[in-house]
Structure formats: C-alpha cells, structure tokens
C-alpha cells in the first residue's frame, strides 16, 4: 500500500502540471519543442534598481503590445495577441538573433532599453553557444602564454597606447574584469577597465592596488591586490597630475582593447578570459 503524499510531492507535481498545461512556456524551432525562460513581461511599479541608480524611485508604466515586437518565420503563424483590441508593434523574422521577442517602455523615454524573451537555458540554442563559449576557452588555453608574454611586452614600449593595452590586458586576465564602455547621464555610474577612473583606485605601498567601483548591475567592486612592478608603475604614471574624475587610460578604448585582444586570436574578448580562468581554477580545485 502506498503511503499518503508529502506535500512537497504534491506542490512538484502541482508545478509540473501547470508547466505542461501552458502552452506560453514553449515554442516550436525547426520543429523542436524549446522552453521559454523569461515569458512574463514586467508589470507596472517603481523602478528600485541596484546600487546608485539615477533613476531608482521612478514610476515604470505597463507595457502593452503596440511596445512588444515579436520575432516569427515567415511561414509560421503569428502568436494572439490576447488582449482585446491590441496589437503586437511589430511581427519580424531575424534567422540571426535568437530572442523571441523583445519591448520596452515607450512612454518613458527613462526605461527606453530593450528587454528580450529568450529561450530557457536548457533549450538546444543555449547549449550550442554555451558549447563555442567553451571551445574559445579551450582555444584560448593553447594561446594563453603567448597572449601573456605580448601583453607584458607593452608595458616595456616606450608607446604610452601600448603601455595601457598591456595594463588592460592583464587586469581584464587576472581580475576579470570587463572591458567597459561609456555610459550616458541617465544611466547608472558602472564602469569597466577602460572607464576606469583615478577616483576607483587608490596605490598602496608594496606594489598593491585597490580598487573600488561599480561594476554591472552597480555592484561594488572592492578588491586590494599585488600586482608586478611595471603594472604599479604604470597605473601612478597613468594617474599622475589627474583629477579624480578623469579616466585612468585616456589614450585607449573599448574599441582599440577590443581590436588589440583580436590581433592576438580571432574571436577573443574580456568574457573568454573569465570562461577560460574560470574553468582553470574550477578544474585545479577538482584535481585538488
């Protein structure tokens, strides 16, 4: 005889009842049933935000479907718009991106960034660009010392640009840092190593620095580290005779780091280093 269910059995079972009867949290791709991740859009409320934002407190208003642009095949049929006389903005078919579709808040150009329904991170499409993620990691393994000894060798240039793509490089290698970009007014003060600032650094004796700012999301990044010599060197050069609010590597950007990484192997950026180091010290930690 079988004993009465826990009611923990019955919320799993619950769960995955309500699961398989909702047809929103699947969809058909190249005639594979996927899951959807994210397929509830934000309701309307006050924006709280992480860390410092300028615009934490705002009013978000509700979105409707003339903001939701839906990412369809050409021969397949169109998702209801299940809202009485609505209609989706926009019905398009992108073979490239892998988003199902994507809104944002029309009536406030403050929260004008683009939200997306993607696919679960169980789905077949996930799994293959987390599968060329990894095999850029491996690649990067074969490359790594090279890659090192080149960007060490920038810092003894006597060309200043060469000096903060070398610093760059092994911050971004060693702290995982990401590359950064600039931020307009209305969006939140985070920074990447190229947006660094002489007010996010502090050189402390003994070749260490600390580093204090926020980072995406507005996290705060604090950490004190030891660096070699040349790279102490060159980041009190680097902030010599600047205010605080001014950048730390002000002959280089995003864009040159970018081409800089490239140069070294096709397809690398700031996110390998962190798949690559991450995966290395996960393995040492196994092996230990």
Not at 130 to 142: I, P, S, T
Not at 256 to 277: G, P, Q
Request: glycine letters at 6%; proline letters at 4%.
């Amino acid at each position: 005889m079988r004993l009465a269910r826990s009611n923990e059995e019955k919320k799993v079972e619950s769960t995955e009842k309500a699961e398989a009867d909702d047809p929103y949290r699947f969809c058909l791709i190249d005639n594979n049933l996927e899951k959807v991740s994210n397929f509830m859009v934000e309701p309307p409320g006050i924006f709280r935000g992480r860390g410092e934002h300028p615009h934490a407190g705002r009013l978000k208003s509700r979105i409707v479907p003339e903001f939701v642009s839906i990412n369809v095949g050409q021969d397949n049929p169109i998702p209801m718009c299940t809202v009485p006389g609505h209609a989706w903005k926009r019905v398009t078919e992108n073979k490239e991106g892998t988003w199902l579709a994507n809104f944002k808040d029309e009536r406030n150009p403050l929260f004008a960034q683009s939200k997306y329904v993607f696919l679960a991170a169980e789905s077949r499409i996930k799994g293959e660009n987390d599968r060329k993620k990894y095999e850029k990691a491996r690649r990067l393994k074969a490359q790594i010392a090279k890659i090192r000894s080149n960007y060490m060798k920038k810092m003894t240039s006597e060309d200043k640009v060469d000096n903060q793509l070398g610093v760059c490089t092994y911050l971004i290698d060693k702290l995982a840092l990401r590359v950064g970009n600039e931020k307009g007014e209305d969006e939140a003060d985070t920074v990447g190593c190229c947006s660094l600032r002489v007010e996010h650094i502090r050189c402390d004796p003994g070749n260490k620095i600390t580093l204090d700012f926020l980072g995406k999301d507005s996290m705060r990044y604090l950490n004190t580290i030891e660096v070699q010599p040349i790279v102490y060197q060159i980041l009190q050069s680097c902030c010599n005779a600047k205010s605080p609010n001014q950048d730390i590597f002000d002959r280089i950007n995003a864009g040159k780091l970018n081409e800089y990484l490239k140069e070294s192997m096709d397809d690398l950026s700031a996110k390998v280093f962190r798949t690559y180091n991450a995966s290395f010290t996960l393995q040492q930690e196994l092996e230990g």
